[in-house]
């Protein structure tokens, strides 16, 4: 079993090119696929709240009469993987927008979410973690972007019984990706009049792994200048972001801390129903809910259809913006936040009782 690891390692180290002469800025930042033309979009429901929450998206798109046509496929979590033709169809489409997939908590199959991630060499994932006005949070002047390496770390699904009772997992850091990912953040940041690119890491205990990702950070840095570099250890990270989260600006990570940061972060700045996410590689792009985006909800939620459809409104706005349409982009945007300021329709997370399509029906007549 020890063999067959190394052996998928090797698979994982070889033939990468130098991501200084492979990327582009357009690429790196975000590739844009489209020139404005109507686009063909590939949809997966998911599990749970899934679709409830895609097919508010659905009520919106055609309320607006955005230039967006989907391309419906069901995938559910407890598949042994994702069916072929889903593949094809993102890979021909450019672009995915996706509710929840459950993922079995120790044991059963592997995660679907990592096997899109990993077919599509999807390796960024942002989250915008933003105070939105009108819902009341502990912090405010919370505007947090965290980029998150989505294909390697701990999520490299490289593990084995060595003995009974004894279970090795391996963390696998590569130079390639991670100044690939480094270099996706300064792009971000260089592009969005970010100031800052906070790298997060645990390089005092893990000095190799954790060290190489700092080394790739730290090389790509110095070809920004004009932006401000540092590093935090993970835990003081997590004790700084609910102490003094404005300090943050763009944070860029590894795989498993980015997870935890970005679902930090999220929580304070109020909450993952209303944070937008993307994951973008430099062919394809995955919109879903930015943190917590396997929350598949509660039976409760789905028999009652109270599920939130705020952030994968806003991601859906995020995918207009990738698209090229950002009017449609924008309309959509100040639909939903006018709804939320206004308070009247809320669902129970953010201190309402509404349904999805009482939701739903607020932001259609706010674009009216």
């Known amino acids: 079993m020890a063999r067959r690891s190394v052996s998928m390692l090797n698979r994982l180290l070889a033939n990468r090119p130098s991501p200084f ?9 975000m590739p844009r696929p489209g020139d404005g033309a109507p686009r063909t ?13 895609t097919g508010a998206v659905e009520q919106v798109m055609e309320a607006m009469h955005a230039p967006v046509h989907f391309e ?37 199959v592997s995660s679907l979410n990592m096997q899109l991630r990993k077919e599509l060499d999807i390796f960024a994932s942002l989250v915008n ?52 990912i480094a270099r996706y ?12 690119v906070t790298a997060v890491h645990k390089a005092n205990i893990m000095k190799l792994a954790d ?28 004790m700084q972001l609910v102490a003094k989260p404005e300090q943050f600006d763009v944070m860029v990570t590894p795989n498993l801390y980015g997870n935890l940061v970005a679902n930090t972060a999220a929580g304070i700045a109020g909450g993952t129903g209303v944070m937008p996410g993307g994951n973008v590689g430099a062919e394809h792009a995955i919109f879903e809910q930015g943190a917590s985006a396997g929350n598949v909800g509660n039976d409760k939620i789905v028999e009652q259809k109270k599920a939130n459809p705020v952030a994968l409104l806003l991601s859906s706005a995020m995918m207009l913006r ?32 509404c349904t999805t399509q009482e939701v739903v029906d607020a932001v259609i007549a706010a674009l009216e």
Do not use: W
Not at 322 to 350: C, M, N, S
């Open 21 to 29: 002469t492979a990327l582009s800025r357009s690429i790196t930042y």
């Open 211 to 238: 060290g190489l990702f700092l080394e790739s950070c730290r090389e790509v840095a110095k070809h920004y200048p004009g932006i401000t570099y540092n590093e935090i250890i993970v835990d003081n990270c997590c």
């Open 322 to 353: 990738h698209l090229r349409f950002p009017t449609f982009a924008d309309r959509l945007e100040t639909a939903v936040k006018q709804v939320i300021q206004e308070g009247k329709y809320r669902t129970k997370d953010l201190g309402g009782d």
């Open 129 to 180: 973690c933003i105070n939105v006005p009108g819902l009341v949070t502990r912090h405010e002047n919370v505007d947090i972007v965290v980029i998150r390496e989505n294909t390697e770390g701990e999520y490299s699904g490289l593990e084995h019984e060595v003995v009974p009772g004894v279970v090795e997992s391996l963390k696998v850091i590569t130079k390639f990706c991670s100044e690939r």
């Open 185 to 196: 953040a300064f792009e971000y940041a260089y592009l969005n009049n970010r100031k800052k």
């Open 72 to 108: 419906r496929y069901e995938v559910l979590g407890h598949m042994r993987k994702v069916p072929e033709e889903v593949i094809e169809s993102v890979k021909r489409n450019k672009v995915c927008l996706k509710g929840g997939l459950a993922t079995p908590v120790g044991g059963g």
């Open 41 to 53: 979009v590939t949809l997966i429901p998911g599990d749970g709240i899934g679709p409830l929450v």
